[in-house]
């Protein structure tokens, strides 16, 4: 379990370039991110990740009407720009299990999304697939508070499933979450910076490890006995290190 959870502590920010992304240094729009977490959890049938992902949507700014153009399939209207079409896209076929990806999907998000953009909308679908399956699988609680926020975006459509054990059956649903402001980006600076807080954390995990793709593909293939070529042609240091 500790070499799983410090995995998990280095994968998630990094994989959605936190904190970048929430100071709105990152890809932007950010919608393009949020929606590939989202759809790819809700195609894994993901009731735990599907909630959050969907509040952490709204939070950082996702109209819900998008949300709800998604979940309807109607992404032919103007609700949704090309670039968010072709990431929902790629999300949902990398959600699947099986994965249905197909190579028309592949160049159009190529096509509508910049290229370091496109490896971060597929980090964070790809992400959320591990994501997915460790919490479906451990069966995760819901919080009741990010239910009560989400239920009427996520449609009729959802069910809490097992995930719902602490729910109680007369609960009040709440207001969605709130845009986020300037206090967000202070918490995140406080976080981050403060002595022994998330930086310091990561680096601290990180400590040791490669710092190419080269350096990366050699201790991979003497670890697992594969050397994952794909390294060699990430643009984004965070995926390889």
């Known amino acids: 379990w500790p070499p799983a959870f410090h995995a998990y502590n280095v994968i998630v920010p990094n994989f959605l370039n936190l904190p970048e992304f929430l100071l709105g240094l990152g890809t932007r729009p950010s919608s393009l991110i949020t929606l590939a977490m989202y759809v790819a959890s809700r195609a894994a049938e993901c009731p735990y990740c599907t909630a959050h992902t969907c509040s952490f949507a709204v ?19 103007t609700a949704v720009t090309q670039a968010e079409h072709a990431s929902v896209a790629v999300a949902r076929s990398l959600g699947c299990m099986p994965c249905e990806l197909t190579a028309e999907e592949v160049r159009t998000l190529r096509a509508t999304v910049a290229k370091g953009d496109v490896e971060w909308v597929v980090a964070a ?25 989400t239920t009427d975006l996520l449609g009729a459509g959802w069910s809490a499933g097992k995930a719902g054990q602490m729910l109680a059956a007369d609960m009040v649903l709440a ?11 202070l918490k995140v600076l406080w976080l981050g910076l403060k002595p022994g807080g998330v930086a310091a954390t990561g680096a601290r995990l990180l400590h ?12 991979l293939q003497r670890n697992v006995g594969h050397p994952f070529p794909i390294l060699a042609h990430l643009t984004h240091g965070k995926f390889i290190c």
């Open 59 to 77: 939070r950082r700014g996702l109209a819900p009407a998008k949300l709800r153009a998604v979940l309807a399939g109607s992404l032919d209207g």
């Open 208 to 219: 040791g490890m490669p710092s190419t793709a080269a350096e990366a593909s050699l201790l």
């Open 175 to 185: 207001a969605p979450p709130a845009v986020d402001d300037w206090r967000l980006c």
């Open 125 to 149: 679908a790809t992400m959320f697939g591990s994501l997915n399956k460790l919490m479906d699988g451990l069966g995760v609680p819901l919080e009741p508070d990010t239910v009560a926020e």
